[in-house]
Each structure stands twice: as C-alpha cells, then as structure tokens.
C-alpha cells in the first residue's frame, strides 16, 4: 500500500482538463516536503512531470500544471491529447527521509 | 546529452545475488545523489535505496534492509546495487534515477529487469 493516495483512474475526453489528486498526511506531504510528479508511458521509464509542488523542467508543455494545500497536491492537464494517455505518480518525501510515491493514476483519452 | 545507463539484471532462483549497474554520462556525476527504484509487473514506483555524493548518507527501504546495499564510485560515473537473499517479491524493472531539486528525479535510466524465480 502506497504512501501518498492516487485515485487509480480518471479519463477525459480530448481538449477537455482533468486533474489528479494526491494525498498524503503530516508526516509527508503536510510536513513541508515537496511534490512531483511523473508521467510514465506503456513500457518506458518514468518521466518528471511537475518539481517542487508547480514548476515544469524545461520541454513539458504548460498543459501541465500542479499546485500544492496542506496535505495533499494536484497534477492538472489543459486540453487533453491523445498522447497523454500513460500513468501518473505524485512523489514526496516522509520525515524518516524515505522517498515516496503515490500508487500511480492511469489515465484515459476517450 | 545526459543519460543513466543500467545493466546487470537477469533471471536469478530465490536466494540468490545479483549486482546491478548504473553509469552516468554527458553530467557531473560527483554533484548528485543517486536513487535505485523498482517496479514489480503492473505495480507502481518504489524507491529502494539512495545514496549522497559521497556515501556519507544512505537509505534503504524496509523492504530491502540487511539484503541490498548501495555504493558508488564517482571516479567510474557509477553506482552499484548489490542484491542479496533475493526473494520473488523482488522482481521488477529496477532503475536509476538521479536527485533533482527539492529532492525530484529529473533524469531516469532504461531499466533493467530482475526476475528471481527458481
């Protein structure tokens, strides 16, 4: 069982938004850690998405966003294209230092 | 450009060793912590173990503990997972990934995969 809480699906339909959420607590998340967040497609290594709870690493479109309240963070996505069908993981930290993730959210592109 | 490359996986019966690979290249390997992560077969993200620029700092998981260790050797642009009493819970695609700002994984290896299986 995953530390941080993904819903494990959401869908929408192309040009639509779509938000993922991810829930943590006070000892993570809630403590003042930071949030990121990666996109994975079908048989590929993960890939930053989001760093530090709202800043996209250079070459990720502005369709991506995320934002971060007490204990829990969002991962956003404008206008919706087929090509961001993959899975996403939020990712943080615990105040043991322990890196973790969230369970991963599947999405779908109707 | 940038990449991490990993190598070592295989096919190894439970109880076994395995040393897994990572070399970096195209960046100051010396300036960044290194993170091995897995992925069990339809299953998500687990960080297994990290290491400091110079191994001063080191985690494990639980689920590793007493089993895995981490090294690093910045002369050879390298970090190494020794894996020992290996169990069939610990096949996965295993990673390298390289530490970011506020503590992300901005640059990821192909992956290599561990099959324990007898």
């Known amino acids: 069982q995953s530390v941080l809480t993904q819903p494990p699906s959401v869908s929408g339909a192309p040009g639509q938004r779509v938000t993922i959420s991810c829930t943590g607590s006070s000892s993570d998340i809630g403590a003042g850690y930071d949030v990121h967040w990666y996109q994975q497609l079908p048989g590929t290594a993960p890939k930053l998405l989001i760093y530090?709870?709202?800043n996209r690493p250079s070459g990720v479109p502005d369709r991506f966003s995320g934002s971060k309240s007490a204990t829990s963070a969002s991962l956003a996505i404008n206008g919706l294209q087929a090509d961001d069908e993959a899975d996403y993981y939020c990712?943080?930290?615990?105040?043991?230092?322990?890196?973790?993730f969230g369970g991963g959210t599947k999405l779908t592109v109707l | 450009q940038e990449q991490l490359v990993e190598s070592g996986g295989g096919l190894v019966r439970p109880g076994g060793s395995l040393r897994l690979s990572c070399e970096g290249s195209g960046f100051i390997f010396s300036d960044y912590y290194m993170n091995w992560v897995r992925q069990a077969p339809g299953k998500g993200l687990e960080c297994v173990s990290y290491m400091s620029l110079s191994g001063s700092t080191i985690y494990y998981a639980d689920s590793v503990k007493g089993r895995f260790t981490i090294s690093r050797d910045n002369a050879k642009n390298s970090v190494y997972l020794q894996m020992n009493s290996l169990r069939a819970d610990d096949t996965a695609v295993y990673y390298c990934?390289?530490?970011?700002?506020?503590?992300?994984?901005?640059?990821w290896g192909q992956g290599t995969v561990v099959t324990v299986s007898s």
């Open positions: 990712q943080s930290y615990d105040s043991s230092l322990s890196v973790v």
């Open positions: 530090g709870n709202n």
């Open positions: 990934a390289r530490k970011y700002s506020g503590g992300s994984l901005d640059l």
